[in-house]
């Protein structure tokens, strides 16, 4: 499966984005999906998954309440949509596919499949 991510920008602190991830190749509800993000300097960190179905998902205490993470499987795409932005959410995010779809999973080890990435900057 290929997995193409895009909707980042530069936004200003408390503004919103929406994340795309499209997949090709391969239907997306065959999979587990993730949203990971490195910012300059810093190790990739997990942010948000999913399961296929969409019943279960899971977030970094960084975004929690900020922001969700949701699939269209007849779209085959996955979103993430970031709310209340923050400096410190700059970073390029990616979108990972995993084979064990009925469980999220925190760890970048665990997914198989990457997006190139997408940059998302935010200004204070």
């Known amino acids: 499966v290929q997995l193409q991510a895009s909707g980042g920008g530069l936004v200003q602190a408390g503004g919103s984005l929406r994340l795309s991830c499209a997949t090709s190749?391969?239907?997306?509800?065959?999979?587990?999906m993730g949203w990971f993000r490195q910012a300059p300097g810093k190790e990739r960190e997990f942010v948000a998954a999913i399961t296929w179905s969409g019943a279960t998902s899971g977030y970094a205490d960084s975004v929690k309440g900020r922001f969700t993470i949701s699939r269209d499987n007849a779209k085959n795409t996955v979103y993430l949509q970031m709310n209340s932005l923050k400096p410190e959410d700059t970073a390029v995010y990616y979108c990972?596919?995993?084979?064990?779809?009925?469980?999220?999973?925190?760890?970048?080890?665990?997914?198989?499949?990457w997006g190139q990435g997408t940059q998302v900057t935010v200004s204070s």
């Open positions: 190749g391969r239907t997306v509800g065959n999979y587990g």
């Open positions: 990972a596919a995993r084979e064990s779809r009925a469980t999220i999973s925190y760890s970048s080890s665990n997914y198989k499949y």
